[in-house]
């Protein structure tokens, strides 16, 4: 998808508004479920120590990430996506989705990571994040 939108004076470095005010509006145009994730969710929560270099977007299928000006979004597949439990993150021009708990997305990937760590490896089924 292409096309050109007026940016902002204050963005005009970036070339682009910050992927979360537009991300918002460009899934509600596709009518596709998303929830930000991982590092994204994590700042929006307050638990990451620095801004992430790119904007991580959860959806159900594996899209090519997306480049608008030096904004980077990429893109991770999620199975059962649906049945993450999101609440919304307000921002100048809309509402991010993100999931409710943070920590059951580090629960996750500690799962990943450390197979072998019972209290990790229960988070996951098959050594896969859900």
């Keep these: 998808m292409s096309g050109n939108a007026t940016v ?28 930000a994730g991982l590092l994204t969710a994590a700042q929006c929560h307050g638990a990451a120590h620095h801004r992430p270099q790119v904007f991580q977007v959860m959806l159900d299928k594996n899209e090519r990430p997306i480049r608008c000006g030096a904004v980077h979004v990429s893109v991770i597949a ?32 500690a799962g990943v990571l450390f197979p072998n760590v019972p209290e990790f490896s229960a988070a996951t089924e098959n050594g896969e994040v859900n």
């Excluded at 970036?14 to 929830?35: I, K, N």
């Excluded at 649906?82 to 991010?96: I, L």
């Design 8 to 35: 902002p004076p204050e963005y005009k470095k970036l070339g682009s508004l910050p992927a979360d005010q537009f991300v918002p509006a460009l899934m509600q145009r596709r009518h596709t479920e998303y929830y």
């Design 78 to 109: 999620r199975k059962r996506l649906r049945e993450v439990p999101v609440d919304a993150f307000n921002t100048p021009r809309g509402a991010v989705r993100l999931p409710e708990s943070q920590k059951r997305a580090v629960e996750k990937v």
